[in-house]
Every structure is written in C-alpha cells, then in structure tokens.
C-alpha cells in the first residue's frame, strides 16, 4: 500500500518561510508525475507546483519566484520550499503523486496526503 505523508507546515508571519516535505511510503515502480495543491477555506483545490519524472518544473502564477518544488528520487521526496510567504498563501497543502505501481501497468494510479496546514499571518 502507497501512503504519502507530509510534514513542515505550521504558522508563520508575512514574509517568512516555510518547507514541506513528503515522503512516499510504500514501493512503487515509478513516479511519473508529483505535485503540490492548495485549498483555502471556501476554494477550490488549486495546482501549486509540479515536477516531472524529468524534473521539469512548473507554477502557479501566484507562487512564482517564491516557490521551489525539488525531489529526491533516493530518499522518494518532493520537498516545496516556500519564501515571502503571504497571507494568501495560507491553505492545506496536498502532495500528490502519479506513478506506475508495478513494471507490467498500463494504467497510471494516483494518490494523495493528507494534508498540512499552512496558516500566515499578517
């Protein structure tokens, strides 16, 4: 059984700094695609940062230059970095992981935490 697990968040003023980390347990074939979400209270659940198995990145505009998703293949960790952080920024942030549980599938299978709680302060 796969179960991803987050830590790192927690309370914190404008302009400070916070990282996440997730770490995936359980075994895998591969990981194809990770990410981090977000929902605020009210919103829907927003795409925060990805990475690909290629370590391609990408960003929500809100979170741009601020943000740093990386990934550890040996350790099987996405860690999201986040600087100058903003009241705005406050949500439950998700990880999220697409991968081939077995070298013989064909179908992809998803799979998420169970969230932690980033709440800033002005």
């Known amino acids: 059984q796969v179960q991803l697990v987050e830590s790192g968040g927690g309370l914190v003023q404008a302009g400070g700094s916070l990282r996440l980390s997730c770490i995936i347990r359980g075994s895998i074939f591969s990981i194809n695609w990770m990410a981090w979400y977000r929902q605020a209270p009210g919103k829907q659940r927003e795409l925060v940062a990805s990475?690909?198995?290629?370590?391609?990145?990408k960003y929500a505009g809100s979170v741009k230059g601020r943000f740093t998703i990386s990934r550890d293949n040996a350790k099987n960790t996405v860690d999201l970095q986040m600087n100058s952080l903003k009241p705005e920024d406050t949500a439950v942030y998700y990880c999220?992981?697409?991968?081939?549980?077995?070298?013989?599938?064909?179908?992809?299978?998803?799979?998420w935490g169970q969230g932690t709680q980033v709440t800033v302060s002005s």
């Open positions: 990475i690909t198995s290629g370590d391609t990145t």
């Open positions: 999220y992981l697409r991968c081939f549980l077995r070298d013989y599938d064909v179908n992809e299978l998803d799979y």
